[in-house]
């Protein structure tokens, strides 16, 4: 059995994720909405979201989370993956990204390692991080994460007497999409993913 990251299993992962829309695919949603709705204000009630925030999303002056991007498209029976120019980092909105066409992930060597990792000296909860005194070790995880189909990943680090390095929320929702333990591994049980 081949595991794969779809697009769905992303959004899955974090409902907060950014969803930044197609231009052209906006103007084709709001003109559905209003030959179906009448309104953007009857639309707005039928998904639950207040009118402003509906009216800035689909003028493209507000990139909305992905809950709310999916009951949009779903509602006017759309495919979200192709109305999607790409999926953001909710922590730094328009820094890190996917674009779809990237999706699905095809579970490889790459990314058992990266689980592994997390088994290890890693750890899920907000972000991915990954501590450890061993540069060797740091510098594989760097290249592990570089592999994954995010561009302009961003990281940081810090020092608590081992080095930790914390990756953007995305690299978080590709391993939990994965089945990644998260919170604390000493304390939880975990069945390795097949």
């Known amino acids: 059995m081949t595991l794969e990251i779809s697009f769905e299993d992303l959004l899955r992962s974090n409902r907060n994720l950014g969803i930044i829309f197609k231009r052209n695919k906006l103007k084709l949603i709001k003109n559905i909405i209003l030959n179906k709705y009448g309104t953007l204000k009857n639309f707005s009630k039928q998904i639950n979201c207040n009118l402003p925030t509906l009216s800035s999303v689909l003028n493209a ?25 790409k999926i953001v980092s909710d922590s730094k909105p328009n820094s890190s990204f996917i674009r779809p066409e990237n999706l ?34 740091l510098n594989n995880v760097i290249k592990c994460v570089n592999k994954l189909p995010i561009k302009n990943l961003s990281s940081n680090e810090h020092y608590h007497g081992a080095k930790t390095i914390r990756f953007s929320t995305l690299v978080r929702d590709i391993l939990i999409a994965a089945e990644a333990p998260t ?12």
Not at 66 to 82: D, F, G, P, Q, T
Request: charged share 20%; net charge positive.
């Open 104 to 137: 699905p992930i095809i579970a490889n060597a790459n990314l058992a390692r990266l689980i592994g990792h997390c088994f290890g000296d890693g750890h899920l909860k907000k972000v991915f991080s990954y501590t450890n005194k061993n540069k060797t070790l």
């Open 61 to 85: 002056r507000f990139n909305p989370r992905a809950h709310l991007a999916k009951s949009i498209v779903n509602k006017l029976n759309l495919e979200i993956k192709r109305c999607v120019l």
């Open 183 to 194: 919170g604390n591994k000493i304390t939880n049980l975990y069945y390795l993913p097949l």
